[in-house]
Every structure is written in C-alpha cells, then in structure tokens.
C-alpha cells in the first residue's frame, strides 16, 4: 500500500521569504501522480500544483515550484515570496496508475504553515 | 461553473440518528469521490463513484455507510446510525475522468455527533 509522509507538523516563515515543504512516499509502481494541496481555514481543498512521476522536470506554479526526486521518493513544495494569503495547512498527496490505486487520493498528515508579516 | 457543491455546510446529529450528505459534482465531471477528514489528520479516502456504478469501495467502514451516484441528481453519502467517531469532515471531490489533473474538492460537510 502507498503511504505518504509528511514530517513537519508545523512551519514558519516571514512575509516576501521561502520556505519549503518536505514530503516522502513510498510506493511500488513506477508510474504516478504527486500533488500539492493547500487547505486554508475556510476548510476548501485547493490544488497547487502537480508532478507526473515519468517527468524529469520540476513542475513550476508562479511562486511554488517542487523539488521530485523520484529515487528518493521525495516531493518537496517550495514556496518564493511567500505572502500572508499562503498560510493554510498544505497536504501532499499520491494518486498511482493501477487498476487499484488509480482511483484515489492518498494524503500526507499535512503541514501548518504560518507566514509572519 | 459553480464548482463541486456540497450540502449542508454543518450537520448536527444525535447518536442512532441518519446521515445523509449531498454532493454535485462540478458541470461536465463524471466521476465522484468521497473522502473523510477526521481533526487534525489528512483525508482519508471512502469511495469511489461514477453515475450509477460503485468503482472503488475499498475505504468505506462495512456497516453503516453507504453511498450512491444516481443517473439523476447528486450523490450521497449516507451514514446510518450515527455514534460520536463518526464526526469529522466529509469531503466531496470530482473530475472529468480519472483525476489525472487533480481533482476538484467542494468545501466539505462538517458533521457533529451529539
């Protein structure tokens, strides 16, 4: 089963700084899918910015960009610049391509983050 | 385009009551998920539908829960016999086909246990 590992409970960074993210998975296939999503207090899951594991390339969105090492099986978010409206709990998640896996979401615990003005 | 609409925001429930929580998915998107948020953890998946059919049941607890995706209208998740653990947050998510782009979340259902 995929498992998906998030091990910063809490983050902290200052207004126009950048803070990263970390987030590990575990998983057997080979082909897959890695997302990003932030959760502000309003409680609504918004998607930032997504990686398909066959892509050397780092996914970029604007200020928030990734760091996918596949053979590490890690999938950092890095956040430039942050502003106050980033605060919100970020969740990494993990969707597989199998005829098991491909049909659903599996999440980290997620990350607080607070950004200091 | 209205988004993933769920409804109602907050449901209070006694113990032995029934559940039921509605989902739209957004204009054009055949295929619903259903997850559920317990406090301070992520989300956890349930299940897995498109109009009419079950695909994936694999994280719905065996007893009480049930959902559905009718040919018309929203689909629900219905919890029956409710007991305190079952409070948390459900979320409702929807894409065109397969999620390969992510999909797209309504702004969840909160449900109290009394």
């Known amino acids: 089963a995929q498992t998906v590992t998030q091990s910063q409970p809490e983050m902290s960074v200052q207004e126009a700084e950048t803070v990263t993210l970390s987030c590990t998975y575990d998983t057997s296939e080979s082909d897959y899918y890695l997302f990003w999503y932030k959760q502000p207090p309003s409680r609504q899951m918004i998607l930032v910015i997504r990686q398909e594991a066959y892509k050397q390339q780092n996914a970029t969105e604007n200020r928030f960009s990734v760091n996918f090492q596949k053979a590490a099986k890690s999938f950092s978010l890095k956040i430039s610049d942050s502003q106050l409206g980033d605060a919100a709990m970020y969740f990494c998640a993990y969707r597989g391509r199998g005829e098991t896996s491909g049909s659903r979401l599996t999440f980290g615990e997620g990350t607080q983050l607070t950004v200091n003005p | ?114």
């Open chain 2, 1 to 114: 385009n209205a988004g993933v609409m769920q409804n109602p925001r907050h449901l209070v429930r006694r113990r032995g009551q029934e559940a039921r929580l509605r989902c739209s998915p957004m204009k054009g998107h055949s295929h619903v998920y259903w997850y559920r948020q317990l406090p301070e953890e992520g989300l956890k998946f349930m299940v897995y539908l498109q109009k009419e059919n079950i695909i994936d049941e694999s994280g719905m607890p065996k007893e009480r829960f049930s959902a559905e995706f009718p040919k018309e209208g929203p689909s629900i998740l219905r919890i029956q016999q409710v007991v305190r653990g079952d409070s948390a947050a459900y979320f409702c998510a929807s894409s065109p086909a397969g999620g390969d782009y992510g999909y797209t979340f309504g702004s969840g259902t909160r449900l109290t246990v009394v």
